[in-house]
């Protein structure tokens, strides 16, 4: 179930020199689950932009975007009191239920937004929560903070070296030997695909932040072949089930 609605800016500023936090003031109702996602109407884009909700309470939505083309750049440049149009409540989200009580988050890059109300509901569940974050550079980094703060073990790894353990998050896994029963993870596809290996016999779920048109299920653009049948990333993901992923 999806709704449309407006959504007034109340802050929107630069965490790193391209990734903004953008947080927003309207009805929440129709958010159910950690890992969802709202589609964004820009004026004068044809298509509207999907971003994850980072987080969410009953008044507020917080999202979390990196500038990479037309409708980011506008985001970026939008004042505190713009009134903008979303479709709220898209998609399956990530199942916190799944897990055991050692749960292991993994995000790339504006793939981490996604897994922060995730950390949040799974602590209040009672788990104990590891995160790997995983960035090109220090500067990049975002979010380490946050979720330290909601109470996870938090690793950082940068592909240059510049902080955290140098290479991947694979290479935080092969290195420091996480003990996990269960993962959930976002970011780009090379990430997902090489985690999943990585993480062996141990099941889990991944969120596809696939290019897609309508956002809800209508257009079919963002269909792709699972082990499952056919699915819509929009609709019936952006989260898989490790095992019907088919790479
Ligand atoms: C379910 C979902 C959740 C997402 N959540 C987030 C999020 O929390 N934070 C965030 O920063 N981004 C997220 N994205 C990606 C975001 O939607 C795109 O970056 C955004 O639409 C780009 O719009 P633009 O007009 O700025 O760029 P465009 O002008 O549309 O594109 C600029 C460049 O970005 C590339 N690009 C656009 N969309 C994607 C995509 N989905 N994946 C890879 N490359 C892309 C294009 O190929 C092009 O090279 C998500 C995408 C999906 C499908």
């Known amino acids: ?55 969410y ?13 037309e409708g980011t750049e506008r985001m970026s440049r ?23 009580p050692r749960p292991l988050l993994v995000g790339g890059g504006v793939g981490v937004p996604p897994l922060y109300n995730l950390a949040r509901t799974l602590i209040a569940r009672g788990c104990a929560v590891s995160v790997v974050l995983g960035f090109n550079t220090a500067e990049e980094i975002f979010y380490e903070e946050e979720f330290r703060r909601l109470g996870a073990e938090v690793h950082v790894a940068t592909a240059d070296g510049s902080r ?21 993870a976002c970011g780009p596809l090379p990430m997902l695909r090489a985690l999943s290996e990585a993480t062996g016999d141990v099941p889990g779920e991944l969120s596809f932040e696939e290019r897609m048109g309508c956002g809800f299920g209508g257009c079919m653009g963002c ?3 699972t082990r499952n049948g056919s699915k819509r990333i929009c609709k019936e993901g952006p989260v898989l089930k490790k095992e019907e992923v088919i790479w």
């Open 1 to 55: 179930m999806y709704k449309k609605g407006t959504y007034t800016i109340l802050t929107n500023e630069p965490l790193t020199p391209t990734v903004w936090r953008m947080t927003l003031e309207g009805d929440t109702q129709y958010f159910t689950r950690p890992g969802q996602f709202v589609n964004i109407e820009i004026e004068g884009l044809f298509l509207r932009r999907p971003i994850s909700v980072c987080d």
């Open 57 to 69: 309470d009953g008044r507020t939505l917080t999202l979390i975007y990196k500038v990479v083309g």
């Open 78 to 100: 939008m004042a505190a009191g713009t009134k903008l149009d979303l479709l709220t409540g898209l998609g399956n989200g990530f199942d916190p239920e799944a897990c055991g």
């Open 164 to 184: 955290g353990v140098r290479g991947f998050v694979t290479t935080v896994l092969a290195e420091r030997g996480i003990d996990c029963d269960y993962f959930y």
């Open 223 to 225: 269909s792709c072949q």
